[in-house]
Structure formats: structure tokens, C-alpha cells
């Protein structure tokens, strides 16, 4: 039986093992596995995708899928963990688990198995909402055919179904009116008018009515006002206090760094403790950038307060201490650091990867060979691990390694790369950059991309396949080209 720790999470295998390099979505887990039997190998993946072993839940999912259709493994092996997990999950929000995500790689991927298994599970899956909509975005001939007339008979004879299909109509329709024109064009609402809703709607009036017989999406979406870059250049600091709000929280703090001055100090000092949360926010982004004395004890106290405080005010708290002078804050920040309560440690870490010297190397390293931070325990793994980074040719940092190798969370692994490749870039790129072009973890692969000796056997066989990827972030396959330019072959 899996082991699972106090909070519920799977406990993983050995940094060193293939399980547990592959629960880690290691590169180097991914080369080994197609170098042993698939027979060997198949178990490992469905103790990974049936035991899901992320910290992070939104973390790559192709990696598995990758792995599955490399190694030839028959899809017929996850039915029932398809089925068996359907039952164990309620209907309450975005529910699906890791099973079912492999199976969505798996159908992008092209994997015609995958996609017949997604369409039977609409006949009873819990999240046929979600299947409908990937089924939708596939290009896969087929992948519709039928559907509406297996949803429509599905909620035809489940009243509870309809139900839920009504509460997730008028949520949605909700979200939609409130939203701005822009989040309307590229959010997947559940509502008649985006596809691939659209589409069934106009195949299957019984389907359609569905939609109709909520009632509320008869009405036309009211037009929601978005304050724009333009609207707000021209605002005074006070005017921006006054009118900032969760559409125009970016474009305010944008005038507000370049307009803001001692005069307004005061005014900013008062907006801490107004009852609006966006101007709260934006009062310590103008406070960051005064990095006054005054300033710096009026966002100080902000983390003081402790853990009750909303945590967008203390993320921006934490932002504008480190945009703050460095004569202003480091002291603070050492100590804070090395206390055992978190927002301290959250804080403290903030403004060591803005400011840290030299001098607080051994600090940081000594953070690193601490079993809590590295078991994620405290707070401090990623902001030493950025700090690190700053000094570049700094030399090797073993205990930076140890954390690209054994770190439960894939994020943290990509940190550790970026740092490595910034203080010792001619060792990361001989022994770490080849295998990050497989790893799961978006950072990690970025990295291996841009450093990655291209006389290495298979480095540009690999950076060809990315490339040509046209599921992969377009920011890795920009890198990928770019190293791929003037090679011949």
C-alpha cells in the first residue's frame, strides 16, 4: 500500500530509485525508464498515475502520457482505475485526478485508445463536463461523433445530473457577466453560445433546450467596463487610491511606481487600513517604491501582524519590502530568516533574493542542509534557492544539487537548475542540462534548453522534437529554435 504522510500526501520512493525519480518528474527518471523493459517500467507508471505524487496538482502531465506511449503500454490497464476512481470522488468543484489527466495528454498526444476511453467515459463519469470539453479542443476526427446524443440521453434519465447541469450553467453565466471582454474570449464558460457547447446545441435541440430552460443565459451578458493602460496613465496618485479595483489593480500599480513621490506618503500611510483590499495593495507598492524609514515600519507591521492577515496584503507586503533598499532592510531580513514562524520566514526570504551578499552564503547554505526546509517543512527552500542565484560564477553549490535531485516538488527542482546554471553554468551544463530537456517541470526544461551542449548525442534530435511540439510552451520552443539556428542537419 502507498505510504502517505500526516497530510495525506504520497510519501515518494527514493531520489535515486526510477520510482522515485519518476513520482519527480525527473528527466533523468524519463531517460532510464526507455532504457529497461517496458515490463519493468509499466508498474512503476501506474503507482505514479494512480497515486498521484505531486505537491503542485496543476504540474505537467505529459510526462507520464509521454512515458506511456513510448513505452508501448496498453491504455486497457487505466479502465479501471477510471472507473474505480470515478466512485470515490463527489460532485463538488474541479475534481479530476491524475488518471483521467493522463488520459487528456494521452488524447492531445494523438492516442486514438485515449480518446475512445474519454468518450465512453461520458456514459458515467463524474467529470463529463470537463471530458466534453477536451474531447472538443482535439482535432482527432470522431472525437464529437455522437456526443450529443449521449449527453442528452444521459441527462435525460438522471434528474440529479440535470441538476448539476443547470448549477453549472448559471455559475458559469454568472462568471461571464462579471468578467471582462477579454477573460470572455478565452475562458471555456459552460454556456451555449462557446463551443464546443455551440456545436451540440446545433446538433441536438433536446441538448440545447437544456440550456434554455435555465433561464437566466436567455438574457443578453450585461457589458462589463475594464479600466485600461490608457485610462489610468493620466490619474493622479490620489485618484489612483480612489478608483483602484481588482480589473485595474495591474494598470494602477504601473502609473502608480512612476508617479509616486514624498508628497504622497501620507496619503499612502492612510490607505492601509482602508476596508478595500486593492487599494491596500496598491498603497504598499507605493510604499515599496519610497523605501522611506517610515515607510519601511508601516509595511513591516504588515508581517508582524502575523498569520491573520489577508495574504494578498501580506504577498504584497513581502514584494514591497524587497524593492526596498537593501540598507533598509537586510538586517531585518537575517533575522527574520532564521525564526521558526513561517510569515517571518516567507518575508525575511523575500528580501534575501532581492539583496543577499556574499556575506550570507553560509546563511543560505545552511538553510539548505536544514531537514525542514528541505522537506518543505518551512518556508524557506525556494527564496534560498533564488537567493543563491544571484551570484553568478559563484562556483558549485552541492546543496543546490541535492535539491535539483530530492526535492519532492518538480518546482523546486526547477529553481535549483536555474541557480546551478547561474553559479556554476559549465557544470550544469555537463551533468544536469541534457536530462532537464525531458524533465516534467517547466523552469527545469527552459533551462536545459538554453545551456544543453549541442554535441551531446540526442541534444538536437530532442530540441527537433520540441520544436516541433505543438503542445509545448512556446516559450521553450523559442529557446530550442534559437539554440537549433545555423546547425546544419
Not at 52 to 81: A, N, V, W
Not at 244 to 249: A, E, K, R
Not at 262 to 272: F, I, Q
Not at 286 to 311: D, P, Q, R
Request: hydrophobic share 40%; with cysteine.
Amino acid at each position: 500500500m502507498t505510504e502517505r504522510d500526516d497530510e495525506g500526501r504520497v510519501v515518494l520512493a527514493d531520489p535515486d530509485s526510477l520510482l522515485g525519480m519518476l513520482q519527480r518528474g525527473r528527466g533523468k527518471g524519463y531517460l532510464m525508464a526507455l532504457e529497461r523493459p517496458p515490463q519493468e517500467v509499466w508498474p512503476l507508471l501506474l503507482e505514479c498515475i494512480t497515486n498521484d505524487p505531486r505537491m503542485d496538482r496543476l504540474f505537467e502531465r505529459r510526462y507520464y502520457g509521454s512515458l506511456i506511449l513510448r513505452t508501448g503500454m496498453d491504455l486497457k490497464l487505466l479502465q479501471p482505475l477510471v472507473e474505480e476512481g470515478d466512485t470515490r470522488r463527489d460532485n463538488a468543484g474541479w475534481r479530476v485526478d491524475m488518471v483521467l489527466s493522463t488520459l487528456e495528454s494521452l488524447a492531445r498526444q494523438g492516442s486514438s485508445q485515449a480518446v475512445e476511453m474519454l468518450r465512453d467515459y461520458l456514459r458515467y463519469g463524474i467529470e463529463w463536463v470537463w471530458a466534453t470539453q477536451v474531447l472538443g479542443e482535439l482535432d482527432s476526427p470522431g472525437a464529437m461523433e455522437g456526443i450529443d446524443e449521449i449527453l442528452f440521453h444521459r441527462i435525460s434519465n438522471d434528474p440529479g445530473l440535470y441538476r448539476q447541469l443547470q448549477d453549472q450553467i448559471e455559475e458559469a453565466w454568472a462568471g461571464y457577466c462579471r468578467a471582462d471582454e477579454e477573460t470572455r474570449r478565452r475562458w471555456p464558460f459552460l454556456l451555449p453560445m462557446c463551443e464546443p457547447w455551440k456545436r451540440l446545441c446545433s446538433k441536438n435541440d433536446g441538448f440545447a433546450r437544456f440550456f434554455l430552460r435555465v433561464g437566466e443565459p436567455c438574457d443578453p451578458p450585461r457589458a462589463v467596463p475594464k479600466m485600461s493602460d490608457v485610462d489610468v496613465a493620466d490619474l493622479s496618485v490620489e485618484e489612483l487610491l480612489s478608483w483602484v479595483n481588482g480589473t485595474s489593480l495591474s494598470a494602477c500599480r504601473q502609473v502608480l511606481v512612476r508617479k509616486v513621490s514624498l508628497e504622497d506618503e501620507t496619503r499612502l500611510l492612510e490607505s492601509l487600513s482602508s476596508d478595500n483590499t486593492y487599494q491596500v495593495l496598491l498603497a504598499l507598492c507605493g510604499l515599496g517604491k519610497l523605501g522611506t524609514l517610515t515607510a519601511f515600519e508601516a509595511v513591516k507591521s504588515c508581517i508582524v501582524a502575523g498569520e491573520g492577515i489577508n495574504g494578498m496584503v501580506r504577498g504584497a507586503a513581502c514584494r514591497a519590502l524587497g524593492a526596498m533598499p537593501s540598507s533598509r532592510t537586510l538586517g531585518t531580513a537575517r533575522q527574520w530568516f532564521t525564526r521558526t514562524e513561517w510569515h517571518f520566514q516567507l518575508a525575511g526570504g523575500c528580501i534575501l533574493e532581492h539583496h543577499a551578499t556574499l556575506a550570507d552564503v553560509p546563511l543560505l547554505i545552511e538553510a539548505l542542509r536544514t531537514p525542514e526546509t528541505i522537506q518543505g517543512k518551512d518556508f524557506r527552500l525556494s527564496s534560498t534557492i533564488r537567493a543563491l542565484a544571484r551570484f553568478k560564477g559563484f562556483g558549485r553549490i552541492p546543496e543546490v544539487e541535492r535539491v535539483f535531485c530530492g526535492a519532492d516538488d518538480g518546482f523546486d527542482r526547477g529553481l535549483a537548475a536555474e541557480t546551478m546554471a547561474s553559479t556554476a553554468p559549465d557544470h550544469f551544463t555537463h551533468e544536469f542540462a541534457f536530462e532537464c530537456l525531458w524533465d516534467c517541470e517547466w523552469c527545469a526544461c527552459k533551462v536545459g534548453c538554453a545551456m544543453v551542449d549541442l554535441s551531446t548525442p540526442g541534444a538536437i534530435e530532442r530540441l527537433k522534437e520540441i520544436v516541433s511540439d505543438p503542445s509545448e510552451e512556446d516559450d521553450i520552443r523559442r529557446i530550442a529554435e534559437n539554440r537549433l539556428d545555423g546547425v546544419v542537419g
